[in-house]
């Protein structure tokens, strides 16, 4: 049974940085992409940032452009999501995702019920 485990999370003043990591464990699989989403209370989960293993791509939602990265290593399944002038708005529980089948239009990255694989999630808390 594959599981994702997120890690990183935190309480982290507005200005600062985190750093969320995503390992898979409990099975082999070959993943496509990786991605990162996120919910706040009362909100629907959205999405953050993906990166395609194939094409080395990455994708942004137009909230956190210019503030995270999304990283990883496709051979470990293992993504990272470097977050730095954080805002009270990202707070959230970060969610890591994986996906096994090829992307044909980019736009489906965005998409929470295009990946095969989640984790439980990890809070992050940004103080004003």
């Known amino acids: 049974q594959v599981q994702l485990v997120e890690s990183g999370g935190g309480l982290v003043q507005a200005g600062g940085s985190l750093r969320l990591s995503c390992a898979a464990s409990?099975?082999?699989?070959?993943?496509?992409?990786m991605g990162w989403f996120r919910q706040a209370p009362g909100k629907e989960r959205e999405f953050v940032a993906a990166i395609s293993w194939s094409s080395g791509n990455t994708y942004y939602a137009d909230s956190v452009k210019g503030r995270f990265t999304i990283s990883g290593d496709k051979a470990t399944n293992t993504a990272y999501l470097q977050m730095n002038s954080l805002k009270p708005e990202d707070t959230a529980v970060y969610y890591c995702a994986a996906r096994v089948r090829a992307v044909v239009y980019v736009s489906t990255y965005g998409r929470r019920g295009a990946y095969d694989y989640w984790g439980q999630g990890t809070q992050v808390t940004v103080s004003s």
């Open positions: 409990g099975g082999t699989f070959s993943s496509y992409a």
